[in-house]
């Protein structure tokens, strides 16, 4: 299966650590590990193909996440809740207000864009909800817990507020990035 972010096995999925206040339902930042952990905590615009990556978000209400992948073509890919965060195939999980979780660091799995998977411009979607059944559906997914189709999931994000200071019942954060040689 191809996916725009590899993932190895490892112990700790997700890294948590309290977080301030913000000016979005769900913040979020996608960086380099070298800068992750250096301390930045703003997007990076553009990655190498092979550049170790660490995505962080922080849902300032509590609720029921999902995170996906966009590329250029094809289907979307879901990054989390994965095979190696949730063996038993959930497609969402619960999460806590205030609750900064990251992917990508060393006490994670890594995330990267390999290079038979092109160079361009593609989209991460962070969904937050507040109920579970305003998550997609096993049956929506093409692989359950994987891979949803582009016309799916475009449905499913219109149904979704873009993150703003107040939370809805169903918000969406978006991070544009470019991969490069």
Same mark, same amino acid.
């Given at each position: 299966?191809?996916?725009?972010f590899l993932?190895?096995?490892c112990?700790s999925?997700?890294?948590?650590?309290?977080?301030?206040g913000?000016?979005a339902?769900?913040?979020?930042?996608?960086?380099?590990?070298n800068?992750f #952990?250096?301390?930045?905590t703003?997007?990076?615009?553009s990655?190498?193909v092979? #550049?170790?990556?660490v995505?962080c978000?922080? $849902?300032?209400q509590s609720?029921f996440?999902?995170?996906?992948d966009? %590329?250029i073509?094809?289907?979307?890919?879901?990054?989390y809740? =994965?095979?190696?965060?949730? $063996?038993d195939?959930?497609?969402?999980t619960?999460? #806590?207000?205030?609750?900064?979780?990251c992917?990508?660091g060393r006490?994670?799995? %890594?995330?990267?864009?390999p290079p #038979?998977?092109?160079i361009?411009?593609?989209?991460i979607s962070?969904?937050?909800t507040?109920?579970?059944?305003y998550?997609?559906?096993?049956?929506?997914?093409a692989? $359950?817990?994987?891979k949803?189709?582009k016309?799916?999931m =475009?449905?499913?994000?219109?149904?979704?507020q873009?993150s703003?200071?107040k939370c809805s019942a169903?918000?969406?954060?978006?991070?544009?990035?470019?991969i490069t040689n």
């Open positions: 299966m191809k996916k725009l993932k190895t096995l112990t999925a997700v890294a948590l650590a309290p977080m301030a913000s000016a339902c769900i913040d979020a930042y996608m960086t380099g590990l800068e #952990e250096q301390g930045q703003v997007s990076k615009p990655f190498r092979n #550049e170790l990556l995505l978000f922080t $849902p300032n609720g996440v999902s995170v996906y966009a %590329p073509e094809g289907d979307f890919q879901q990054l809740p =994965n095979i190696l965060t949730h $063996p195939g959930e497609t969402y619960e999460v #806590e207000a205030g609750t900064q979780y992917f990508g006490d994670s799995f %890594p995330l990267y864009h #038979e998977e092109g361009g411009i593609g989209k962070i969904t937050l507040s109920r579970e059944d998550q997609l559906d096993d049956d929506d997914y692989i $359950p817990g994987q949803v189709t016309s799916t =475009n449905l499913h994000l219109s149904n979704h873009k703003q200071a169903r918000d969406v954060t978006y991070l544009d990035y470019r």
